[in-house]
């Protein structure tokens, strides 16, 4: 519907109005802040002046005490208001420049006329006539916005359902104070307005998408019924995006009682953190916990082994020679230890532990036996045996510090002790005196000045040093043998006990596995597929160190995951909801995906704890994009692609490695010409992306990312497909896409993943056979060409 000059200038003029108000606001601010932190700085200037300081008698400590914690209190309270003014500041400067990007006007059922709200990153409350001049996205209200067009509607408020009636729905572009883009709209939130945003330049950060959120974003980001949401959508519908606006949505509507530091996100890879962290920020909030699984992973394993990670594990299996044996045995204990088969494989074991089969290391010293693991197993099988294993595991650790206790007395008169005593330095002497003299007055034993109680304390002190690294291994339990118990599943003994339960039965080629399973671990090594099973029977043994702090898990590319570690999750924090957004075609990784075709994440919640939402629209590429990738997936025809026009995606034929050079150079600099300003040539493995970089390198400046790379750069960069997760770019070029490269089902997902990155161009240069995802297609979805 198009706007009146009228409507347009009387837009105008509020817009005038209301950013003069904040504008006025923000000078206000701007000097209060300004006084704060005059205060603070003078405060801690003046800090040590304010004090009274005086340790003469107990009395003067006290008030020293005091009067410290009184300027302490003075300063902090200071420091808080300016953090507060300063954040309300940084949310009026961004508001000036475009203070909303939508109007409706609404009326209640009960109200005689409608309302005017307008919509903004953040809320304007006018004081002095107490009304909201724009009101934040995040609002109850607000949802109206997203959810109708004009007609009746509804929307939920804390004391229940507000109904009425929409009259006009107003979409607003509003830069530097000037509107530049202004009209009226149905249910859907202008196309016109989505056409501008993804028609834009993609950015090596994400930006934030409060003002074109579609409809199922909005259940997305507003739902608060389910323990486990579940998003299947495909390749760039905004699962992301939806995302982290939910958390925004979370921080606001809970502002009270949920912080920042108690959501963590999950993401791909290290690249994929930077490249969403600008988002939360532009809202005004602030970060959540970033991780990846891997980092976890690695965290919780200290450097008890040198742990492979999912790149190294996805490497092995895209390079290494299909026809080898090993490899299928490689390929199904990835399968296998990712399944619950190997879950309720691992329970069982426990369970079996209880009765027999801990492994323990003798805790020694100088060679010599302090407890050997016989008497920790005698001891340990010696409690009642319906004790749970962790409760059992923390008694015997206490029996152990005991032991050491004991076995310090009887070291005291040993040789070894009156050895190291005569060799102590003067520097170690003073050291020990010292310890020697601070025991005595806290024990309030009498100085004695005789000659050999004081050699008696000293030998003391000696032992007890020595002894320190037995005490630490014990309170850290490196006194269980884990590796050794994990290896135990992987011997003859474990296959003839274990094989026979109906909860699951070992796979095909078992046999291997166990060898290549005691091999690795042999040599001071835990694969991937080892890694969180290896960490689920530490936990099982030792007790579960959940996180109860954290309250909303958020795990992006979910289909990454194999149920086990799903369920792994779900344990390390009990109290938290879990946001789980993925697509079962993009899932790379070898081991089984936790997202079914049917049904996503199946049995990780109970049912009416889980809502699952699907997304069929994807925003990211152009429509012949859309069009052309969406045929490589089973299901592709429900992916609907939004209307944005593109050139189809061409791919080129060439048949050497000279003539790949030169159309990879030529196409990148066409592509550049055209004004991609993000250009990514896209390569199936690490190894290939360094030869190609190397290939290009003296004739184009390109960045080679590596799973090392701290953030993604602008201009062209090489990359292996696994690390383009979750991101985008302007165009994009596969090299290579031949059927050398992409042939197997299971590349099939992989050369999806590198196809869907595209925004605006998508080539694929194929050196030979192009790939049978490629020639499959209905032939009128791309271009081809010869070189
Ligand atoms: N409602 C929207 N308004 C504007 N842009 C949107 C909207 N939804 C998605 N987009 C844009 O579409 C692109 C893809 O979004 P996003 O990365 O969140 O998708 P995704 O589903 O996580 O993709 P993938 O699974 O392929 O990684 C981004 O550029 C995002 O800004």
């Known amino acids: 519907m198009t706007i009146s000059k009228a409507q347009w200038l009387a837009e105008q003029a509020r817009v005038d109005e209301v950013t003069g108000k904040i504008a006025r606001r923000i000078a206000r601010l701007e000097e209060r802040t300004g006084d704060v932190r005059s205060d603070v700085v003078e405060i801690r200037k003046h800090f040590w002046d304010e004090v009274t300081i005086n340790f003469s008698h107990a009395e003067d400590l006290t008030e020293t005490y005091f009067s410290m914690k009184q300027q302490a209190d003075v300063l902090s309270e200071r420091e808080r208001s300016h953090r507060h003014a300063s954040a309300e500041l940084g949310k009026f400067r961004r508001l000036v420049k475009s203070p909303y990007f939508g109007r409706i006007d609404f009326k209640a059922e009960e109200d005689e006329v409608a309302s005017s709200i307008y919509l903004g990153i953040a809320s304007f ?14 609002a109850p209200i607000s949802s109206l916005y997203y959810d109708y067009g004009p007609g009746p509607v509804g929307y939920e408020t804390p004391s229940g359902r507000m109904a009425g009636e929409m009259a006009l729905k107003r979409q607003f572009v509003i830069r530097d104070g000037r509107i530049e883009l202004l009209f009226d709209s149905g249910v859907t939130i202008g196309d016109e307005l989505l056409q501008q945003a993804l028609s834009r330049s993609s950015d090596t950060q994400m930006r934030n998408i409060v003002a074109t959120i579609q409809k199922e974003q909005n259940r997305i980001i507003r739902d608060e019924r389910a323990r486990l949401l579940v998003v299947q959508g495909a390749a760039g519908s905004g699962k992301t995006s939806a995302a982290l606006q939910r958390v925004a949505y979370l921080l606001y509507k809970h502002r009270e009682s949920l912080q920042a530091d108690q959501l963590v996100l999950f993401s791909p890879n290290p690249l994929f953190n930077s490249y969403v962290q600008a988002v939360l920020p532009e809202l005004g909030e602030e970060n959540m916990e970033q991780t990846t699984f891997q980092d976890y992973l690695a965290h919780r394993l200290g450097n008890a082994f040198e742990l492979e990670d999912p790149f190294d594990q996805m490497e092995y299996v895209l390079t290494q020679d299909a026809q080898d044996p090993l490899y299928a045995s490689r390929l199904e204990a990835i399968r296998f230890k990712s399944s619950p088969a190997y879950l309720a494989m691992l329970d069982d074991y426990v369970d079996r532990l209880e009765q027999a089969g801990m492994r323990f290391r003798p805790l020694k010293f100088r060679g010599e036996a302090i407890v050997s693991a016989r008497a920790m197993h005698e001891r340990f099988y010696g409690m009642d045996r319906t004790i749970r294993l962790p409760v059992r595991i923390d008694l015997l650790r206490q029996w152990l510090l005991g032991q050491i206790k004991q076995f310090a007395l009887d070291q005291e008169g040993k040789p070894w002790v009156e050895e190291e005593m005569e060799l102590l330095s003067e520097a170690d002497y003073q050291r020990a005196y010292q310890k020697l003299r601070k025991r005595r007055r806290s024990s309030n034993t009498p100085t ?61 080629r078992w046999a291997d596995i166990c060898t290549m399973t005691r091999q690795r671990l042999a040599a001071g090594a835990l694969a991937y597929e080892d890694a969180a099973p290896y960490l689920y029977l530490q936990e099982r043994v030792q007790g579960f160190q959940t996180n109860t702090l954290i309250r909303h898990v958020f795990v992006d590319e979910a289909q990454d995951y194999s149920p086990f570690q799903l369920a792994f999750l779900k344990r390390l924090f009990p109290r938290a909801r879990m946001t789980a957004l993925g697509d079962l075609n993009q899932a790379i990784f070898a081991h089984a995906s936790a997202y079914d075709a049917r049904e996503p994440l199946r049995g990780l919640f109970a049912p009416e704890e889980t809502e699952v939402i699907r997304l069929e629209r994807s925003y990211r590429s152009t429509k012949p994009i859309v069009c052309f990738t969406r045929g490589m997936i089973p299901g592709g025809e429900e992916i609907e692609p939004f209307e944005r026009d593109g050139s189809l995606p061409l791919v080129t034929l060439v048949d050497s490695e000279d003539s790949l050079r030169a159309q990879v150079i030529e196409q990148t600099r066409a592509l550049q010409a055209e004004g991609n300003a993000s250009i990514a040539i896209i390569c199936k493995t690490a190894g290939h992306s360094e030869h190609v970089h190397r290939l290009i390198a003296d004739a184009l400046e390109a960045v080679l990312v590596g799973k090392e790379t701290a953030s993604f750069s602008e201009g062209i960069q090489v990359m292996p497909a696994y690390l383009a997760k979750g991101v985008e770019f302007d165009a994009v070029i596969v090299c290579d896409g031949s059927s050398e490269q992409y042939r197997l089902e299971r590349e099939r997902k992989l050369f999806y993943t590198a196809c869907t990155r595209a925004m605006h161009e998508l080539r694929i240069v194929c050196l030979g056979e192009p790939s049978p995802f490629i020639v499959d297609q209905e032939e009128d979805t791309y271009n081809i060409a010869y070189a």
């Open 125 to 138: 409350l006018d004081e002095q006539s107490d009304e909201f001049l724009v009101y934040d996205w995040r």
């Open 448 to 508: 004695f000045d005789d000659y050999d109680q004081e050699r008696e304390l000293l030998a003391r002190v000696i032992v007890r040093e020595r002894l320190k690294s037995a005490r630490r291994r014990v309170q850290a339990l490196r006194f269980i043998d884990l590796p050794s118990m994990y290896v135990q599943l992987f011997t003859a003994l474990q296959q003839a006990g274990g094989a026979s339960t109906s909860a699951y039965s070992l796979p095909p």
